[in-house]
Each structure stands twice: as C-alpha cells, then as structure tokens.
C-alpha cells in the first residue's frame, strides 16, 4: 500500500503550544508537520486538526496554524480521535467519499497518535504514521509506539516517503516545489 494523494487524509494530532515543548524531537516534528501540511495543499489532500483539551493545553502552535488555513480543527478530550464523535463523524465522511487513507502525524506518539492509529486501521482505514513528524517526551516511548502501530498494521513511514508517494511522479511544478522541501 503506497500513499495515494487521491486517496488520502492528513490528520494532524495535538501539536499543541503546552505539549510541544516537552517533547523529545518536537522541534524537528513540528517542521517535518509543516511540510506535510504544505504537501498535502499542494496536492489537494483534505487536512483534519485536533486539539486536547486546548483549554490546558494551547492551541495548535503558530507556526502550523500559518500552514492549516481552513481546514477543520476539533477540540477532544478523547485521546483517541476515532473516540471523538465529531472528529469519527468527519473521518467517515471522507472514507465514504473515496479517501478511505489517513496519514497521521503529531504528538504525543505514544498516547493520542498510537490509539488513534490503532483504532483507525481496526476501523478498516489504510494508516501512515509518519515517525519523523511525531514525538513523545522519552525517546523510548516513541520506539514503543511505532511498535504497537506497526501490530497493529499501519504503516511506519516519514515525510520524505509520504511526499514522493504523494507525487507519484516528477517532472511538475509540486515535484520541484515538494521535493526542495525534503532535500
């Protein structure tokens, strides 16, 4: 199973100002979000946000709400997202709409992405947890995680990877845009 931009979702777990910053590896995620979010506008792949309970927590960090712009971004309390009904609702519709692939990027990998990811492939969603574009506070809790997904059959991907298949091909504009950004 590739990456099929035609097919395809990006969903964006929790990248949240209180959270960020305790992360191991955050800084490098929140870039490697940036070009996913950038990658997937060019491309015309639909983006989803959540947020736990911003409230506590922030809000999405500025420098990746620059790079939504309109896309849907969920409150939750649910650290799974599939959990969330309005969050559940929204994926279903883009599932019964053809996009039935989810790439999934954000924090904490080892909480809210992990059971999202679980829960989204039992669900019968194709999923790509993108590892460079996650992070937990211990590094080992994000080897565990991707463990746990890759049982639970997603597939264990980064950003270069999920750009290029996005693609599909060189030669365009969005492959010497795209393409600059992972190099």
Same mark, same amino acid.
């Not at 931009?5 to 959270?19: G, H, I, P």
């Not at 599939?82 to 039935?100: M, N, Q, V």
């Not at 996650?134 to 980064?158: F, I």
């Given at each position: ?11 964006? &777990?929790? %990248?949240? #100002? ?11 995620? #929140? ?7 950038? +990658? ?9 946000? *959540? ?9 999405? &960090? ?12 969920? #409150?939750?309390? +649910?650290? *799974? ?14 599932? =019964? ?35 460079? +574009? %996650? ?9 565990? +995680?991707? =463990? ?7 597939? &264990? ?27």
């Amino acid at each position: 199973m590739l990456v099929d931009a035609s097919k395809s979702t990006l969903l964006l &777990v929790d %990248m949240q #100002e209180r959270l960020l910053p305790a992360m191991t590896g955050g800084a490098e995620a #929140e870039s490697r979000c940036a070009i996913l979010l950038k +990658a997937a506008r060019a491309l015309e792949v639909p983006v989803t946000v *959540s947020e736990q309970y911003p409230k506590g927590l922030g809000h999405t &960090v500025p420098g990746l709400a620059a790079e939504i712009g309109n896309a849907p971004v969920f #409150e939750k309390l +649910a650290f *799974s997202c599939w959990k969330d009904k309005a969050i559940k609702d929204h994926l279903i519709a883009h599932h =019964e709409a053809g996009r039935p692939l989810v790439i999934l990027a954000g924090i904490e990998s080892h909480v809210c992405v992990m059971q999202t990811a679980a829960d989204l492939s039992d669900a019968g969603f194709g999923v790509f947890a993108v590892a460079d +574009a %996650m992070a937990s506070r211990a590094p080992a809790s994000h080897a565990l +995680a991707m =463990e746990r997904m890759r049982q639970h059959g997603v597939a &264990v991907v980064n950003t270069e990877m999920v750009v290029f298949e996005l693609l599909g091909r060189a030669g365009t504009a969005e492959f010497k845009a795209l393409s600059a950004l992972v190099r």
